[in-house]
């Protein structure tokens, strides 16, 4: 079996109110799963339409204290095992890192198994975390039971703001954390790795200034950003279309939203830092 996937996030809250977030069950249903009961040290388990396989709860709670959590989950006919664990940065900082067996990045190319989307799952779960400790809203969210991929974000920046942090290469690796280069013109490349990585990069099929994008992903459809000046303000409509409904990129199109999630806090928050904390910077 490959090594654990490894994600590590900054989350600004003690540590204590980070564990209560990860263990209390009306918290979970905010930042994590449509239904959740639990009953430590006996029972951990999340489930519902935002949840892979959510049609009933597949956990196993294995063990439960101050700072780790670690339970099973069964995935298409794999128990997999997810361990989270809690380090205090400093009095209002906490480091958490969660490990997560049996990813294959592969799955998440091809989506030959429903375990291909826990990288992204995972993603959002914490981004949706790290803004439900600090009091703010959370995004919109998958459903693993429709193939009708449509969110809505309102972002406190001007729609020029937004607009080029989505389309200037810099500023989209800055918040989205993963190296991206853009080509902002109508049949310009949108690679993710950069452009001189990608030898398959997306195309630019549509672009308004202050106003839309349209990215052509081959099989996995077509990615449009809609901007609307509120007010000062910018309602951002993310919609993901044209993909084979019978094997729709559940992985794709979660993994963006975890992206818009950083979006949100690279314009809103003054002295915003990204949550993500590479390995390099775990120490």
């Known amino acids: ?12 809250a003690p540590i204590k109110e980070v564990r209560h977030a ?10 994590l799963a449509e239904h959740a009961e ?7 388990e999340f489930w519902g339409r935002r949840t892979p396989e959510g049609e009933a709860p597949h956990q196993r709670l294995l063990h439960a204290d ?8 069964l995935l298409d006919g794999e128990e997999t095992t997810t361990e989270i664990t809690l380090r205090e940065e400093d009095a209002g900082t906490t480091v958490l890192t969660l490990s997560q067996t049996h990813f294959d990045f592969q799955d998440a190319i091809t989506g030959a198994s429903i375990r291909g989307v826990l990288q992204v799952f995972w993603s959002l779960a914490l981004s949706n975390l790290a803004d439900h400790v600090q009091g703010r809203e959370i995004g919109p969210q998958p459903d693993y039971t429709t193939t009708d991929f449509r969110g809505h974000l309102d972002i406190a920046a001007p729609v020029s703001t937004v607009y080029e942090s989505l389309i200037d290469s810099d500023k989209a690796t800055e918040w989205f954390g993963y190296p991206i280069g853009i ?19 997306a195309k630019i099929i549509d672009l308004v200034p202050d106003s839309a ?9 077509v990615v449009t950003w809609d901007l609307e000046d509120t007010g000062g303000a910018t309602r951002l409509t993310f ?11 559940y992985g794709a199109w979660t993994g963006w939203l975890s992206g818009l999630a950083e979006l949100r806090r690279y314009h809103e928050q003054p002295n915003w830092r990204a949550i993500w904390i590479a390995d390099d910077q775990a120490a």
Do not use: C, K
């Open 239 to 249: 919609v993901q279309s044209g993909f084979d409904t019978a094997n729709p990129p």
């Open 22 to 31: 990860l263990t209390d069950p009306a918290a979970m249903r905010v930042w």
């Open 66 to 73: 101050d700072h780790t959590l670690r339970f099973t989950w």
């Open 183 to 201: 080509e902002p013109y109508v049949g310009g490349r949108f690679a993710m790795g950069g452009l001189d990585a990608n030898p398959q990069p």
């Open 213 to 221: 994008i349209s990215v052509d992903w081959g099989p996995m459809g």
């Open 1 to 12: 079996m490959s090594e654990p996937m490894i994600i590590r996030v900054r989350l600004d």
């Open 38 to 44: 639990v009953d430590l040290p006996e029972r951990y």
